[in-house]
């Protein structure tokens, strides 16, 4: 039985990237990711939209005025999505509708506008504060890791050192997770530290490669040598997907520039 249990903590199970939920609501990243050049032309879309419609509207569904013009569709579309209403041309028949429409979005992009105007600098501080400890904690992964492959060369305590290994590993792997989906750990100023904790699980997995051939007659520790190889190399392979998801990180401009950019082939 208690070998069963010992085959079984030699597993490594590696976890999906992305399984955990966020901790902001998905109104709040929209909001977070969405840049000012996002807002704005999401702002123009409105406008020229609802410029477009009241010109193009048949009779009795645009404005209560004759020869209608461009300039005054877009005055009023103005007007609307402002909220400011001077009264001077009014929607009527189907053109009421679209006049409420335009005044709710009109209402949400100043609403988003202030907002991000408002917990800009408080972001920036948050940020700062969050990057400096994630960097922090990562170079001390990279430290303990580096004095973790100097044990496993020495060979003292092979069982021993291998499980300490493959656990640190474990709470390594679950913060760098955890942190790249919640936090945007990859996005922001950790791209040197991340490289340097990398460069120290390959160096851990190349001891652990050696230590795997040259004690093939202790059957744990070649097996444990093995699983941490495995190990490493899942987590370094969950990091790289997250790395490649990192895109999500960009304003709806840049996303729709790269897909764009991507359809053509360019």
């Not at 409105?46 to 010109?55: R, T």
């Amino acid at each position: 039985m208690s070998k069963s249990i010992e085959e079984q903590k030699l597993i490594p199970k590696l976890e999906k990237p992305h399984q955990k939920t966020y901790l902001t609501t998905p109104m709040g990243r929209f909001v977070e990711r969405a840049s000012y050049l996002d807002l704005f032309i999401f702002g123009f879309i409105i406008i020229f939209s609802s410029a477009l419609y009241f010109w193009l509207a048949p009779n009795g569904h645009s404005l209560n005025k004759d020869n209608i013009d461009i300039l005054d569709t877009v005055y009023f579309s103005v007007v609307t999505f402002t909220s400011l209403g001077y009264g001077d041309l009014s929607p009527i028949g189907i053109g009421r509708f679209v006049a409420i429409i335009v005044v709710i979005l009109g209402l949400i992009f100043i609403a988003l506008l202030v907002g991000k105007f408002a917990s800009e600098r408080q972001q920036t501080i948050l940020l700062l504060l969050h990057t400096s400890d994630c960097q922090r904690r990562i170079s001390n992964f990279s430290l303990e890791i580096k004095e973790i492959n100097e044990l496993l060369k020495n060979k003292n305590n092979l069982e021993k050192d291998l499980r300490v290994a493959f656990n640190y590993l474990e709470v390594i792997a679950k913060y760098l997770i955890f942190n790249a989906n919640q936090a945007r750990l990859i996005s922001f100023g950790n791209e040197s530290t991340l490289a340097a904790l990398y460069k120290e699980i390959f160096n851990l997995q190349e001891t652990c490669v050696e230590i795997h051939k040259t004690e093939s007659s202790n059957l744990l520790v070649s097996r444990r040598s093995l699983a941490l190889v495995s190990r490493c190399h899942g987590m370094v392979r969950q990091m790289v997907v997250l790395h490649k998801n990192s895109t999500e990180d960009k304003s709806y401009t840049e996303l729709f520039i790269i897909k764009l950019l991507n359809f053509f082939n360019v």
